[in-house]
């Protein structure tokens, strides 16, 4: 099933019921005055936040949603029944937009019902009519409109930390070598198209697919993947040994985190992460991490082949989430 983080659907409160006009006939009376009932409350619209970030992918084929309408009054005095309202499930972290209002809501409780639209009241029966002076109300009146609108729904992942880097950095090999996640790898010049989340003790990773050039401003996947990082505690920023110019490689993703919605993401702490260190001999890997280091940085250093230094980075992070 495809992953999808972004969707407009059209929703719709419930209509309330129409009021009636009725006339209560009792046995031996020619009149026995009105007996219109009101008409019922349509049913609300309401969202909820769950953990399941595949939801959006399950409603691709449905974009229409609504509450249930009340039902119209009845004889006898007798109410219409009120409409059921309707949750919609999404995933937690979504962003819901009313386009008609511009309101927005925050999924960040989980299984919190949301009201986004009400429903509409019933209408008025005939009975409602009675007074002294109109002893036989001719009058009722329709069910009001349920609440419409478009919404926009995008997903921002809630994961205690992200992993971001250029494309081929090692950042899906490193999640599933951390929390046993299934992430897909390729040995080459790979990015995830989807954001893969694995847990290590309690606590969500989150693979942020690879970041390019210019992402902040919508290039490649841009900000569609950099807004899946905007809620993460911290970041691990993984830099690839592989690469001959890893610290242009490092300056190039935080560039690009500095540029998105007022550089937010590049004040974030932030564990560096230098990868595919069976790739480089020791002299290279003592040449970088000195560059980093006279650039006031600390690294970490992991193979995902060397269990050692996978357990080493994995005590890292807990302790930093702790």
């Known amino acids: 099933m495809a992953f999808i983080d972004e969707m407009t659907i ?12 009725r006339w209560l006939h009792e046995k031996g009376k020619e009149y026995s005055g009105p007996a219109g009932g009101n008409g019922g409350n349509g049913g609300d619209f309401f969202i909820r936040g769950v953990r399941d970030i595949n939801l959006l992918a399950r409603y691709r084929g449905e974009k229409k949603f609504q509450a249930e309408d009340g039902k119209d009054g009845e004889n006898q005095n007798r109410g219409g029944r009120g409409g059921e309202d309707f949750t919609l499930d999404l995933p937690l972290g979504s962003i819901v937009r009313n386009g008609n209002t511009g309101e ?31 002893q036989s109300p001719m009058e009722c009146t329709p069910g009001a409109r349920g609440e419409t609108a478009e919404l926009r729904i995008e997903l921002r992942l809630i994961a205690d930390a992200g992993l971001v880097g250029l494309p081929n950095a090692g950042k899906s090999s490193l999640l599933n070598a951390l929390t046993g ?34 992402a902040s401003e919508g290039k490649g996947l841009g900000s569609k993947f ?20 890893p610290m242009e490689d490092y300056a ?71």
Do not use: W
């Open 10 to 21: 059209a929703a719709r409160a419930g209509n309330g019921g129409d009021g009636v006009v």
């Open 104 to 134: 927005e809501f925050e999924l960040i409780e989980e299984n919190k019902p949301v009201l986004v639209l009400k429903g509409g009241r019933g209408g008025a029966g005939n009975t409602a009519f009675k007074s002294s002076v109109n």
């Open 181 to 214: 996640a299934s992430a897909k790898v390729g040995s080459y010049a790979f990015t995830t198209l989807d954001p893969n989340l694995g847990a290590l003790y309690g606590f969500v990773l989150a693979d942020i697919p690879g970041i390019i050039e210019g």
């Open 226 to 245: 950099l807004r899946h990082i905007s809620r993460t505690r911290f970041l691990m920023h993984c830099v690839s040994l592989e690469s001959d110019t």
């Open 252 to 322: 190039l993703i935080r560039q690009e985190l500095s540029a998105f919605e007022g550089g937010a993401l590049s004040q974030k702490d932030e564990i560096i992460v230098l990868t595919k260190s069976d790739t480089r001999d020791s002299e290279y890997i003592k040449e970088i991490q000195g560059l980093f280091a006279k650039e006031g940085k600390k690294t970490v250093l992991v193979s995902v082949l060397d269990d050692q230094a996978v357990k080493e980075l994995r005590d890292t992070l807990i302790a930093a989430l702790r």
